[in-house]
């Protein structure tokens, strides 16, 4: 017991730098600086509204998800991979991300407007506030130079590094949300046009979750036109092996993005009496070929990107272009093959580890 607890103030103590509050989505509809980018963000939550501000959500659960749509400004001197929050100068569009306007929309609405183009979904993870899991949105498309436009499913995280269970709830809880969501966006597209869903975290797990409740639901018409990318995936070893067994294999197959080195899943797995997280596992090892093989996924190690970040967010220099991670070889395409493969920074390249099959 006494270890779980040291355990859970270490988790509290590596959160405790300054955060910005939700006063960052107070709109601000100045003049936009020359060079500055605007980023249009359709947000789906399952986050109650803030009370005493507008347009933010906190972490309480509203069965009634909320539709709207967020324009975000991106700095003229932004640097890929970082949000350039406001500081004890305050906040300014000509050196921060700044929310211009937003817009609540109903399900019909927030519906016509995913028709009209394609559309990348983003789910967040554990430990993350509304107005970080928007900007980070905004960030992903301006970078990653996402031709569709993003989407964001955020669901009522505590955003406190002490909250792991009740995220776990939290996430569980908005399971049908985020399938409902899934329907909204393959609906009326090709297989061929699959949307591009990246989710970090725990939401990793969420995404996982409701994929299986979507097949056992009979839906392989939303299941066959989704690419899903699971960033630093906080899910069970034993837990991921039962899901695919359910879930089966997808047409547009998996991919995992793990790092052997991931301080918070190493603690999510000793909070878990040291069940390994899957976005730990070492691709080296030949178990963990012949899963990626037998399930038909792609399990890429992304270690070696140096970052400044925490271990657990090195997803985001790689689909940033950071340290030497091309656009044309990001993971939303261009690596077809099943199996595991080790990322190679030096020309952005993915070298496989063991057997790999043809998508």
Known sequence: MLGRLLLILTLALAGCAARPGPEVLAPDAGALPEGARLVRVLTMTTRAPEANLPGAFGDS??????????????????????????????????????????????????????SREGVGLYVHGFNTRFHEALFRTAQLSVDAHIEEKPVLFTWPSAGYPGAYLADRDASDFSRAALADLLRLLTKGRSASDAVPVLAHSMGARLTMETLVQLR????????????????????????????????????????VLVSSDDLALKLSSQLSVRRIRLGLVDVRDPAVQRLAVATGIRIVDITDIPTDDPAHSRYVGLLSGEAGAVVENTLFGEVRLAGAFVFNQIGGVFTGIGDVLAD
């Open 61 to 114: 659960r509203s069965i009634r998800p909320s539709w709207l749509e967020y324009e975000v400004s991106v700095p003229p001197g932004h640097r890929p991979g970082k949000i350039e929050w406001p500081d004890r100068n305050g906040s300014s569009a000509d050196r921060n991300f700044v929310m211009r306007s937003r817009q609540t929309l109903s399900r019909d609405a927030f519906a016509k407007r995913l």
């Open 216 to 255: 056992l639901a009979g839906r392989d018409d939303v299941l066959d036109r989704i690419e899903v990318i699971l960033a630093a995936p906080d899910i069970d070893i034993d837990l991921f092996r039962a899901q695919m067994v359910s879930l089966g294999p997808m047409k547009h197959p998996i991919t």
